[in-house]
C-alpha cells in the first residue's frame, strides 16, 4: 500500500472507532446499568452498527475531506457534518430499522450536547480525518500530472512532443 492509501485505510479505521466508540456511550446513557451487568448481543450490535454507520458516510462523503484551500476547509465543515448525520442515520437504520432511522441522529446529537468534551474529541477526530484525507487525495491528484510531465527537456515531455506543431 502506498502512503496515501495507508492514511485513507487509518481515516476509516478512526472513523469507525470513534463511531463506535459514540455509540458505546449513546448505549451508556440508554441503560445505565450495560457496563454492570455487561452488553446483551443487541447492545453490542448497536456499538458495531455505529462504527459500520461512521464509516459507510465516510465512504459516501465522497471528496468532501480532504481538499486544499479555503474552499476544502469548507467542504471539510460539510464533510463533518455529513459523516456525523449520515453515520447515525445508517448507523440507526442498521441498529434498529425504522424507529433507529428517526432516533439515531437525534441521539447523536443529545449525546454529542451532553459531553461537550465528547464533541470536541469528535471534531479533532474529524480534523484528523480530513488531514488523513488530504494525504490521500494529493497523492491520487500526481496520478495525473507525473513528475517527467514537469521536466521540459525529457524526450517524452509534452513541450518536446508539441514543439514545432503550433507555429
Do not use: K
Not at 479555503?70 to 447515525?88: E, M, P, Q, Y
Amino acid at each position: 500500500m502506498s502512503e496515501g492509501e495507508r492514511a485513507r485505510a487509518l481515516a476509516f479505521l478512526l472513523v469507525g472507532v470513534c463511531s463506535a466508540g459514540v455509540g458505546f456511550i449513546a448505549v451508556h446513557h440508554l441503560d445505565n446499568t450495560a457496563l454492570l451487568d455487561g452488553l446483551s448481543w443487541y447492545q453490542t450490535w448497536i456499538i458495531v452498527a455505529s462504527g459500520l454507520g461512521g464509516m459507510i458516510a465516510l465512504f459516501l462523503s465522497g471528496d468532501r475531506m480532504g481538499q486544499s484551500g479555503s474552499t476544502g476547509a469548507l467542504r471539510a465543515l460539510a464533510g463533518a457534518i455529513w459523516v456525523t448525520f449520515i453515520g447515525a442515520l445508517i448507523g440507526g437504520t442498521l441498529g434498529l430499522p425504522f424507529y433507529g432511522t428517526m432516533f439515531g441522529p437525534f441521539i447523536v446529537v443529545v449525546t454529542l450536547m451532553g459531553a461537550p468534551i465528547l464533541a470536541m474529541l469528535w471534531a479533532f477526530n474529524l480534523l484528523g480525518v480530513h488531514f488523513l484525507m488530504a494525504t490521500y487525495q494529493r497523492e491520487r491528484d500526481t496520478i495525473f500530472t507525473p513528475a517527467r510531465m514537469n521536466i521540459s527537456d525529457h524526450p517524452e515531455s509534452l513541450r518536446m512532443h508539441l514543439q514545432g506543431r503550433f507555429t
